[in-house]
C-alpha cells in the first residue's frame, strides 16, 4: 500500500524566519510525483510546489523548496523568510505517473503551521 | 476563468436522510476527482471520473455512496441514509486529463457536511 506520513502535528514559525516540514512516503513505484498543498481556513486546497521522482535536482518556487531523498522517501518542504499568509495547514500528497494509474492523490495527516508576528 | 465551484458551502441533515453535493469542474477538464476530509485529517480519495464515467471508484466507503458525472461535466455525490460518520469535508478537483501524465488538479472549496 502507498502511504504518506507527516509526523508533525502541529509547528510555529517567526516571521522571516525559515521553518522545514517533515513528510516520508512508502511505495513500490518507481515512477510518481510529490506535492505540498497548502489548506488555508478558506478550505481551498492550493499547490504549492510539485516534484517529479524522475528529476535528481530539488524543485523550487520562490520561497518554497523542497529536500527530496528518494532512496530514504523522504520530502521535506522548507518555507524561507516565512509570512503570517503562510499560516495554513499543508499537506504532502502523492501520485503514481503512467499508464493505467487514475492520478488520485494519497495524502499525508497534514502539518498546521503558525507564523508569528 | 472560474474555477471549481461546489454547492452548498454547507448542509446540515438529520441521520437518514438523503444528501446531494454538487461539483462544477473548470470548463474543458475531463478528470474528476473527489475526496472526503474528516477533521483534522488530510483528503482521502472516493471517486475518479474521466469524461462521464466512474473510472475508479475503490474509495467509495460503501454503498450508501454514489457518484454521477451524466454530461461529463458536472458531478453530483450523492449520500444515502447518512449517518453521523459522514460528517465531513468533501472536496472536488478537476484535471485537464487524469491519468498517465500529470495534470495538476485544482481544487474546489468543499462542502461541509454535519449530520447530527
Known amino acids: 500500500a502507498q502511504t504518506v506520513t507527516q509526523s508533525q502535528p502541529e509547528m510555529s514559525v517567526q516571521e522571516a524566519e525559515t521553518v522545514t516540514l517533515s513528510c516520508t512516503y512508502d511505495?513500490?513505484?518507481?515512477?510518481?510525483?510529490l506535492f505540498w498543498y497548502k489548506q488555508p481556513p478558506s478550505r481551498q486546497m492550493i499547490l504549492v510546489i510539485r516534484?517529479?521522482?524522475?528529476?535528481?535536482q530539488n524543485a523550487t518556487e520562490n520561497r518554497f523548496s523542497v529536500n527530496f531523498q528518494k532512496a530514504a522517501k523522504s520530502f521535506s518542504l522548507k518555507i524561507s523568510d516565512s509570512q503570517l499568509g503562510d499560516t495554513a495547514m499543508y499537506f504532502c500528497a502523492f501520485t503514481t505517473h503512467g499508464s493505467g494509474n487514475t492520478g488520485k492523490l494519497i495524502f499525508g495527516q497534514g502539518t498546521t503551521l503558525q507564523v508569528k508576528p | 476563468g472560474a474555477g471549481v465551484s461546489q454547492t452548498p458551502s454547507n448542509k446540515v441533515t438529520e441521520k437518514g436522510k438523503y444528501v446531494e453535493l454538487r461539483c462544477d469542474p473548470i470548463?474543458?477538464?475531463?478528470?474528476l476527482y473527489w475526496y472526503r476530509q474528516s477533521l483534522g485529517q488530510g483528503p482521502e480519495f472516493l471517486i475518479y471520473?474521466?469524461?462521464?464515467?466512474?473510472?475508479?471508484d475503490s474509495g467509495l466507503p460503501n454503498d450508501r455512496f454514489f457518484a454521477v458525472r451524466p454530461e461529463g461535466s458536472v458531478s453530483t455525490l450523492k449520500i444515502q441514509r447518512t449517518e453521523r460518520g459522514d460528517s465531513a469535508v468533501y472536496l472536488c478537483a478537476s484535471s485537464l486529463i487524469g491519468r498517465v501524465s500529470y495534470n495538476e488538479q485544482f481544487f474546489g472549496p468543499g462542502t461541509r457536511l454535519t449530520v447530527l
Open positions: 516534484q517529479e521522482a524522475y528529476k535528481q
Open positions: 470548463s474543458g477538464h475531463t478528470a
Open positions: 471520473f474521466q469524461g462521464t464515467g466512474a473510472a475508479d
Open positions: 511505495t513500490s513505484e518507481s515512477n510518481y510525483y
